[in-house]
């Protein structure tokens, strides 16, 4: 059983960063591939970013080359960098883990993230 907290949300303004993290509790956090997605009021859930065990990484179209997602797997934890941040950012991110092999499929509680124009 894996447990996800995150943190690092708040409010900035645009143009400004932030760096969402994601504590794992379990041992098979470094066989999961970890994701952050996010959810805007009124809209469905998005993947923003995910990396797999290996470290191979994925975005959103709408956040290549201004997200950065990461992961210490001796520290059990993910984060996602967050720069050059638009008011369209504005929405709580989740941290997700999973895994097929594990049948590992756990969600985070979330932080808001709010970017000012």
């Known amino acids: 059983q894996v447990q996800l907290v995150e943190s690092g949300g708040g409010l900035v303004q645009a143009g400004g960063s932030l760096r969402l993290s994601c504590a794992a509790s379990g041992s098979i956090f470094s066989l999961a591939t970890m994701g952050w997605y996010r959810q805007a009021p009124g809209k469905q859930r998005e993947l923003v970013a995910s990396?797999?065990?290996?470290?191979?990484?994925n975005y959103a179209d709408s956040v290549k080359g201004r997200f950065t997602v990461s992961r210490d797997n001796a520290k059990n934890t993910v984060f996602l960098q967050m720069n050059s941040l638009k008011p369209e950012d504005t929405a709580v991110y989740y941290c997700?883990?999973?895994?097929?092999?594990?049948?590992?499929?756990?969600w985070g509680q979330g932080t808001q993230v709010t970017v000012s124009s």
């Open positions: 997700h883990a999973s895994s097929i092999l594990y049948r590992l499929d756990t």
């Open positions: 990396i797999t065990s290996g470290s191979n990484t």
